[in-house]
């Protein structure tokens, strides 16, 4: 890790993401090409540097972004194997738990592929925009597999039956229907997506962060209730149930294995 003191920031370095905070903004970047894949290694990131943040009293806003091409094309799907699916989903939950209790403002700039656990990320966070040629979506399924967040905060997103098209159905989409479904706030061309979220911040900023934090926890508590919950048992019902169908086992080894899965429907 690297620590870089400037005359108002102070940027840090890890292997897999860069933290700067500029108070009252402390911006994430996803930094695992070609991808930003999220592995082991940048979930411990990310929880060391939202443990930091929360403690930060002069930080506000939260700002999601990534280098390259994509936001995340999701999860490692290497640690969807039966010796790191525990550690797996602990620790990306623990970090997604972080962003639905901060009481900071969160906001996602999106663009490229946006899939699983990378769509999961972005969705939970307040404010969510991307470029309209964006790829969204939970191809979980094509693997046997379900995405735990999606599962229980979707359809309070964007309903029931749409939740369930895109889960069940793995399809992909784009930004634009993102947008109009209400999976992100806005879609905008490719070259306005820094200035859209660099517009929302300064939005943001002009308004009291006390009253903001309390308003927050106005906005999401009936949600919040449930959400704990919720993901508890999607968590519990993966590991106890899911992982344990032959199907599972064989979508995450022909996944690695680069062939197409074989299922015997148990």
């Not at 999601?64 to 039966?82: I, L, M, N, Q, R």
């Not at 905060?153 to 309903?159: E, K, R, T």
């Not at 344990?244 to 299922?263: N, S």
Request: proline share 3%.
């Amino acid at each position: 890790m690297v620590l870089i003191k400037m005359a108002t920031e102070t940027i840090t370095t890890h292997q897999r993401l860069t933290v700067t905070l500029d108070a009252p903004v402390a911006r994430l970047t996803l930094r695992h090409p070609p991808l930003n894949v999220i592995d082991i290694a940048m979930m411990d990131e990310l929880q060391s540097a939202l443990t930091e943040i929360e403690s930060r009293r002069d930080i506000s806003v939260i700002l999601f972004c990534a280098e390259g091409k994509a936001f995340s094309a999701g999860v490692d799907v290497a640690a969807h194997k039966p010796e790191c699916i525990q550690e797996m989903l602990t620790k990306f939950h623990g970090i997604i738990l972080k962003l639905v209790n901060t009481q900071k403002v969160t906001i996602a700039a999106v663009r490229g592929s946006c899939l699983g656990g990378g769509a999961e990320l972005a969705m939970v966070c307040d404010l969510v925009f991307t470029t309209d040629t964006a790829s969204w979506g939970f191809p979980e399924i094509k693997l046997a597999c379900y995405p735990p967040v999606a599962v229980t905060a979707l359809a309070a997103l964007i309903g029931q039956k749409q939740a369930a098209d895109l889960i069940l159905t793995g399809r992909s989409i784009t930004g634009v229907e993102a947008a109009n479904l209400g999976l992100a706030t806005r879609a905008v061309a490719e070259g306005q997506l820094d200035a859209a979220a660099q517009q929302a911040t300064d939005q943001v900023l002009k308004l009291s962060p006390a009253a903001l934090a309390v308003t927050k926890k106005a906005i999401y508590a009936w949600d919040s209730v449930h959400f704990d919950e919720g993901l508890a048992r999607a968590e519990r019902i993966y590991l106890e149930e899911l992982m344990k169908t032959a199907d599972a086992q064989e979508g995450v080894r022909a996944f690695m294995e680069k062939r197409d899965p074989k299922w015997s429907g148990r």
